[in-house]
């Protein structure tokens, strides 16, 4: 309210509520953003004339050197849903499995599972106007549905907190609740390595992994979190739990997506790193642990993760070389030894 | 610049889903309530100075849990560097009440070879009509585990700076009681700094660090 008084409304272009329902918060710098947008308005208006063209070329989209080079620049929105749908196998699953996901609506219930999703349902998005009560239509019922038919689906995980956030972002994508969960899925069940369930191994793991990137890559990171016994569950697990939404910017965040759908959990790290290693020097500013989290908040706001575009090109270069083989191998040793921890 | 503090306390906040204790810690320490909060995926971490007596500050480190079972697989690891803690149930959702034996078993695992200062809090008091938990019921449960008791509310602001500084103000007198001492290796009570430039309360000051050696 108080930014509209002194921006005047009639000469501001960027709107309040952004494109997903979003309303912008009370701090967002509209000069900043305005700037960015103008720039990056072009890029996508290019980025769709070639999508179109990929896309009108052949019948689907298959994985490829072509695709990925793509999806690396960003999927069109009005191409996200296709394309998340196919390179991450969610269409290939639904397609198998018609009717499934409704026959799981229509199936046996569970409650201590509908309690769990109910509790979050209006603390999920309530800065989005499409997830408002009085939104029609509400996507809070969708949300329901597909966390619901999720939990019966996949049993061993249920619901998980995070879950939610994620799922909104996909229903806000899709627009469509079956897309929701085969997409879901893709992350839960096969993209992402157990973070969800009970015992969240699979997050711990890869939180540990994190920790041993960074002492190897940035080693004077790794001392001050090591000086001041912070442990990296402490700034990062919102990053890996909610996969960054509500974290950094949404455009970003469905760039970041992108990848993640295409070429799986790797990206996280990327991301993460990035992140890290792009702020070294303010994060080696801290001198307490109250510091330490601050430097982590602020780190994930401004000019540089919104500036999607940049951004995305530097989590490939930044962090330097990261190959699914060093990953695997940490994740096994680190998994071996939070396993002999008990 | 760093105010000053006699000593810093570590304070963990825990209980189930949704009783409110992210809403608790933010009324606290940042003074202001929004109705509606995300819930918390891991820890989160706030702070705030206390003064207990005049001129006598504790520098408070609050941790913030998520209350999703499944999340003390990555909560537990605070227990152990906490000397205090708020365990919160919601006085209009049974079930959270119920559930108070089980975070205390589950603290008590993960806290050895320590131990947490522990005071109940029944919060949402605004919601007095639609309350499932007996204030009477509530005290009789805290006194067998040997905590205090009291009802808190965010959104009114009541009770809130009690629970706090009545918390932190019990483990102070453990401290100087010598029945809380700093460790090595513990982070759940440390020395603050005391400043060279002579004031009121240094005489007080000296004399009980004095009996923590």
């Not at chain 1, 494109?19 to 290019?46: Q, W």
């Not at chain 1, 309530?126 to 969708?142: G, I, M």
């Not at chain 2, 202001?32 to 206390?50: K, M």
């Not at chain 2, 697989?73 to 919160?88: C, D, E, F, H, K």
Request: with cysteine; hydrophobic share 40%; charged share 25%.
């Amino acid at each position: 309210m108080e930014s509209a008084e002194r921006a005047p409304a009639a000469r501001d272009p960027v709107p309040r509520v952004d494109v997903y329902g979003f309303e912008r918060p009370a701090d967002f710098d509209y000069a900043a953003y305005e700037a960015f947008s103008s720039a990056y308005l072009g890029v996508l208006a290019h980025r769709a004339g070639r999508w179109a063209r990929l896309l009108r070329g052949s019948g689907g989209v298959r994985r490829s050197r072509t695709v990925k080079r793509y999806v690396r620049k960003g999927i069109p929105l009005e191409h996200r849903a296709r394309v998340w749908m196919a390179v991450s196998g969610a269409q290939a699953q639904m397609d198998q499995h018609p009717g499934y996901y409704h026959q799981l609506l229509q199936g046996e219930r569970n409650s201590s599972l509908e309690e769990a999703i109910r509790t979050d349902l209006n603390r999920t998005f309530p800065d989005n106007v499409k997830f408002r009560k009085t939104a029609e239509p509400c996507l809070q019922s969708a949300l329901h549905n597909v966390l619901l038919a999720y939990g019966l689906h996949n049993q061993g995980v249920g619901y998980c907190q995070g879950m939610n956030f994620i799922a909104g972002y996909l229903i806000l994508i899709t627009k469509n609740e079956e897309e929701s969960f085969w997409l879901l899925d893709a992350l839960v069940g096969r993209i992402l390595p157990d973070y969800y369930s009970p015992a969240m191994l699979g997050l711990k793991t890869d939180q540990e992994v994190l920790a041993e990137l960074v002492r190897t890559k940035l080693p004077a990171v790794a001392a001050l979190m090591d000086g001041h016994g912070v442990l990296w569950t402490l700034v990062v697990s919102r990053w890996f739990v909610c996969l960054f939404v509500d974290v950094l910017p949404v455009e970003t965040v469905l760039r970041i997506w992108d990848c993640l759908f295409n070429e799986g959990s790797k990206i996280i790290f990327r991301v993460a790193l990035t992140l890290i290693k792009h702020h070294q020097a303010l994060i080696l500013e801290a001198d307490s642990v109250p510091d330490i989290c601050d430097k982590f908040k602020q780190i994930t706001k401004g000019d540089f993760v919104m500036e999607c575009h940049t951004f995305m090109q530097k989590i490939f270069s930044e962090p330097g070389s990261l190959s699914m083989t060093t990953i695997s191998r940490l994740r096994e040793s680190c998994r071996a030894a939070l396993l002999a921890q008990g | 610049m760093e105010a000053i503090w006699l000593y810093q306390f570590r304070l963990i906040v825990i209980g189930d889903s949704t009783v409110g204790k992210s809403c608790l810690i933010r009324r606290f320490t940042e003074g202001r309530f929004a109705p509606v909060s995300d819930p918390t995926v891991g820890v989160d971490f706030f702070s705030r100075l206390v003064e207990i007596e005049p001129g006598k500050r504790i520098k408070l480190q609050i941790w913030d849990t998520a209350g999703q079972e499944r999340f003390r697989s990555i909560t537990r690891a605070y227990y152990r560097n906490s000397v205090g803690g708020l365990l919160l149930f919601d006085i209009t959702n049974r079930r959270s009440f119920q559930n108070v034996h089980e975070w205390l078993e589950e603290t008590k695992v993960h806290v050895q070879p320590y131990q947490i200062v522990f005071v109940l809090v029944g919060h949402k008091c605004d919601l007095d009509t639609q309350r499932q938990v007996t204030r009477h019921e509530a005290e009789k449960l805290a006194a067998a585990y040997g905590m205090k008791y009291i009802e808190t509310s965010a959104r009114d602001a009541i009770n809130v700076e009690k629970a706090f500084t009545d918390l932190t103000r019990d483990i102070y007198e453990l401290v100087k009681r010598g029945e809380i001492t700093i460790q090595e290796g513990w982070e759940g009570v440390k020395s603050g700094f005391v400043p060279n430039v002579v004031h009121s309360s240094e005489e007080v000051v000296k004399s009980e660090r004095r009996c923590l050696c």
